[in-house]
């Protein structure tokens, strides 16, 4: 019975858009992210005069750099949770015209 | 007890209340906690805030605390991005695995992967892969807190300090188990937050809360050199420590797709309601752990340029830097309260490892392999996962016993991420998000991760002169070979996988449909 609903919620236009909606977000996301982040250990790694350069008295770029990652983080953690509320809506409508009650 | 100096006894005492009011704790969680979900997943009841604090409490070890703290006291800013790994790990697990695990497990990763796959081969390897980690993990953990206590409480042995720490954790565990596990987790995330606070206060407070006088004070930190010369470094210049860029990316890779395996860390998204639940307990940790980490740059860089290198040195070494600076700055009674909540970190540390290790022991190999799903008895799974935190902490502390406390184990905490981010994590993801993925796939991933980490970590410099693998952390090569694995497994195997389990999953994994739901009073 509950594969059944499963098979015909996959099946539903709802369901397809909203696993796309999170993945239009995620995929890219995670993306940057990753290269965002390794990008500080190369640039410390191989790049050290470009990070050395002082910027804001004597705080360089690689502190600055690192610090940025912090707030990238949690930037990317908030845009995130911004999305899934969309999302936790979309989940709602799809899951009550199922007969299926979202909040049990 | 008369010996012991005024100093340590407030450690002492500061200690004891921290172990009182856990205790305390462990009682009343005792007298709630009926049946396994209660057991092992807190009634799925705590809520988002409460979760993130012990997410974060869960998380955040000794290793960081006064590991980083020494590290960026003695060479400065490569230090430091131990800080930022530790964060942006965070962006795995809030993205790709906390809401779809929350969906459609029970209480253990592996349930993730039964749930379409051959639920015993799978199982069993996945229970193998989170008791490596999890030992691997604690046995770090409590050769550290022998080698912190004897630091911290002069007068109390290595041995004594490993069997406290051993037994105040078996203890919260078997009797308490997941609501006390997180309330330990919660209490210690509270008290690690208020120190480090207050310790960069008290650091800022030295430079008139100056910021541009504080990093000032950073470009030029002398100390002696291995010849005994005078040596003057700019603590915020990179490259002071890692010489070899590459140590660092491997070592990246092991903390941002490794914490997002982790099995302790993985089963705290079974206590909270639902997956929105999940979600938001998530950004709380990392509200709290990057407030943490930020606060590094005080406490660490503040050590470097108000005690100095050579000073931290001869005063405990590395791991002593944090408590020093807190007793220059404000005092015996304030270096005992840090004292205190260093050790109150270990603790919560190594009591989520135990039930994480004996949960994927019970509920994974007992029931689900050896007695096919069912427990032969009601209340079985409990009890055996019981008996298992208590052979775990025998075990962990007889190996750490044995080691003793020159030891070097930092490697075994890197070792740790590098299974999860090799073994647990591709095979997790596939499970999840690759229709094709089969049980070949799953046992041949979970399998060669493990293998080639510890291979990899055998031939490395922690254990060989001459090493074959030239990084300290064995990620860089470990997670393309677990990938591929989980690849060859999967298209080298005759298995055809369900294609209806796998809509079910994704559904289910996507909405919460049939996902396990809070249990009442």
């Given amino acids: ?104 | 007890m008369i010996a012991i100096v005024d100093q340590a006894n407030t450690a002492l005492w500061m200690f004891l209340a921290f172990v009182a009011a856990t205790l305390v704790i462990t009682f009343f969680s005792a007298r709630q906690s009926k049946g396994a979900s209660a057991y092992f997943a807190a009634g799925r009841r705590i809520t988002g805030w409460q979760n993130g604090l012990a997410i974060a409490g869960d998380y955040m070890s000794a290793a960081s605390f006064l590991g980083i703290a020494g590290m960026i006291a003695m060479n400065g800013y490569d230090g430091f991005l131990y800080s930022v790994g530790f964060l942006v790990a965070y962006l795995t697990v809030l993205f790709l695995v906390a809401e779809p695990l929350r969906n459609t497990g029970k209480y253990t990763m592996a349930d993730v992967l039964a749930f379409r796959l051959s639920p015993k081969p799978v199982r069993a390897v996945a229970s193998v892969s989170t008791l490596t980690v999890s030992l691997f993990y604690m046995i770090a953990q409590m050769v550290g807190a022998g080698v912190l206590v004897r630091q911290l409480i002069p007068g109390i042995p290595y041995e004594a300090a490993v069997i406290g720490v051993g037994v105040l954790m078996v203890v919260y565990v078997v009797f308490g188990g997941m609501l006390a596990t997180t309330w330990v987790q919660i209490i210690k995330a509270v008290l690690l937050i208020s120190g480090s606070l207050f310790l960069s206060y008290l650091v800022l407070q030295k430079f008139n809360f100056r910021l541009g006088e504080f990093f000032a004070s950073l470009t030029a930190i002398s100390s002696t050199g291995p010849s005994g010369e005078t040596v003057t470094r700019n603590f915020l210049h990179p490259g002071l420590i890692f010489k070899n860029p590459w140590d660092q990316i491997s070592l990246g890779m092991a903390l941002l797709f490794g914490t997002a395996g982790l099995p302790h860390i993985l089963i705290r998204f079974y206590t909270v309601p639902d997956a929105k639940t999940a979600r938001v307990s998530v950004v709380w940790a990392m509200l709290i752990i990057g407030a943490f980490y930020i606060m590094t740059t005080f406490f660490g860089f503040g050590a470097a340029s108000l005690l100095g290198p050579d000073y931290v040195r001869v005063n405990g070494g590395t791991n002593m830097a944090a408590p020093e600076l807190a007793r220059l700055l404000g005092g015996e009674v304030f270096f005992a309260f840090i004292s205190a909540v260093a050790f109150a970190t270990i603790l919560a540390v190594v009591a989520g490892l135990t039930i994480g290790a004996s949960t994927s022991f019970a509920h994974d190999f007992f029931v689900n392999v050896i007695h096919h799903g069912r427990e032969s008895r009601p209340g079985e799974e409990v009890k055996v996962a019981r008996i298992t935190a208590f052979v775990v902490g025998a075990a962990s502390m007889g190996v750490a016993i044995l080691l003793g406390p020159s030891v070097n184990v930092a490697f075994l905490v890197g070792l740790a991420f590098a299974v999860a981010a090799s073994a647990n994590l591709p095979v997790m993801l596939a499970s999840l998000f690759w229709k094709r993925f089969t049980t070949g796939g799953a046992v041949w991933g979970l399998g060669t991760g493990l293998v080639s980490s510890i291979g990899l970590i055998l031939v490395s410099p922690d254990f060989m002169k001459d090493p074959i693998f030239p990084l300290k952390n064995p990620a860089l090569l470990s997670i393309p070979l677990g990938l591929l694995a989980t690849w060859l497994g999967t298209v080298l195997s005759k298995e055809q996988p369900s294609e209806e389990r796998f809509v079910e999953l994704t559904v289910r994994a996507q909405t919460g449909l049939g996902a396990e739901k809070a249990t009442d009073h």
């Fill in chain 1, 1 to 104: 019975m509950k594969d059944k609903i499963s098979e015909r919620i996959s099946k539903d236009p709802e369901f397809v858009s909203l696993v796309r909606n999170k993945a239009g977000l995620i995929v890219p996301a995670t993306l940057f992210f990753i290269v965002y982040y390794f990008a500080l250990p190369v640039g410390a790694g191989w790049f050290p005069e470009l990070m050395q350069k002082e910027v804001w008295g004597k705080v360089n770029v690689a502190y600055l750099f690192a610090l940025s990652q912090f707030f990238m983080t949690w930037g990317l953690a908030f845009l995130y949770v911004w999305a899934a509320a969309g999302w936790d809506r979309q989940e709602h409508r799809l899951l009550r015209k199922f007969g299926a009650d979202p909040k049990e």
